[in-house]
């Protein structure tokens, strides 16, 4: 009897070893650049920020720090799927790193022709091409395998694909238009890999986010005055069960906001650099601010856990600005370098 006591007694000293081990190994960092913010700016040169999430440490340059080498010309964007970071340039490449250490794995190049944003559904990669930005017949949104790092298909839309964001088994293409102008949000089944439908709404959607109620929310900014033929700004709810408009809210004439961001039930938008917000069940815009960044070229906004984030371009020469604001005070919390241009806020 003694034995098998002791046997047992050995084995759960065995198993709860083993549950240590496993507990230590599941908490050691990631990487250098895991639980923070990453500002990537379009360029002069391009480049990707990393400030820590308790706002302690920050690093420029991080892409070209671990890798010897420089993120391209005109770095557009990034996209976040699992453990890896996907880095777009309008050049045509897309560099794939770990997003924890920033190490390359990969570069996607062929197959693109001005690449804008890349969205993740179903094990596949779904990025925005303007293809020749005069030409408004070419664009498409490439398909890659992201096992083999290759496009696999493309898919024929409207002139000018930017953002594109991916629900469910859909993705949502806004139309800015390129060069040019557009009106449309196209919807891709991400099973058949195939354009389903296209929504109107008003001229040069950009920013879509997913509210609280399930509705896809679109940020159209309009013509501007400067092109003789002003159309209104506008924001748009999509009803995505059936894929139609179901509430347009106008922005008056000369007001023209182009960035948005969610957070807490508010919807944030920009005049100017200026921050105004309504509230999911708004039935109008407003065009009082809640308080002004401070920003000479507010570019880039982004919001998580209470906080919101601005990225400041300055004159597109000089190194950019991240300002970071409480949401509840509109109180400046910190501020800190960025990259020429900076326009992108992520969290990893």
């Not at 391009?46 to 080498?69: G, K, R």
């Not at 991916?166 to 890999?193: C, E, F, L, P, R």
Request: charged share 15%; glycine share 8%.
């Amino acid at each position: 009897m003694k034995k098998i006591i002791l046997s047992i007694f050995a084995m759960s000293l065995f198993i709860v070893s083993c549950s240590s081990d496993d507990d230590a190994t599941s908490s050691e960092p990631l990487g250098a650049y895991e639980n923070g913010i990453i500002v990537s700016g379009e360029g002069g040169p391009s480049s990707i920020s990393f400030i820590s999430e308790d706002l302690m440490t920050s690093e420029n340059q991080i892409y070209f720090n671990v890798n010897n080498e420089a993120t391209g010309v005109y770095l557009q964007s990034l996209g976040f799927n699992d453990d890896k970071a996907y880095i777009v340039v309008d050049a045509g490449t897309i560099t794939v790193v770990n997003r924890y250490t920033f190490e390359k794995l990969a570069t996607i190049s062929t197959g693109l022709t001005t690449p804008r944003y890349i969205a993740f559904a179903n094990g596949k990669g779904y990025v925005s091409n303007w293809g020749d930005p005069v030409d408004e017949t070419d664009d498409f949104v490439a398909v890659i395998d992201l096992t083999s790092n290759e496009i696999i298909s493309t898919i024929a839309v409207g002139n000018g694909p930017e953002q594109i964001l991916a629900v469910d088994d859909s993705v949502y293409v806004s139309h800015k238009g390129a060069y040019g102008t557009n009106n449309i949000v196209s919807v891709i089944n991400t099973s058949s890999d195939a354009l389903t439908t296209t929504i109107t709404v008003h001229d040069n959607p950009d920013e879509m986010i997913v509210n609280d109620n399930g509705d896809l929310v679109v940020l159209s900014s309009g013509k501007p005055a400067w092109t003789g033929d002003e159309t209104k700004a506008a924001i748009t709810k999509i009803d995505m069960t059936t894929n139609t408009v179901s509430t347009a809210l106008e922005f008056s004439d000369g007001q023209h906001p182009e960035l948005m961001m969610y957070l807490n039930g508010n919807l944030y938008y920009n005049l100017g650099n200026s921050v105004l917000s309504i509230t999911d069940d708004a039935t109008a815009v407003t065009t009082t601010p809640l308080f002004s960044t401070g920003a000479i070229t507010l570019y880039g906004m982004a919001a998580k856990d209470d906080r919101l984030y601005f990225a400041d371009a300055v004159d597109y020469s000089s190194a950019g600005q991240l300002f970071i604001f409480d949401e509840a005070s509109h109180t400046l919390i910190n501020s800190f370098n960025a990259p020429v241009v900076a326009s992108k806020i992520y969290f990893n």
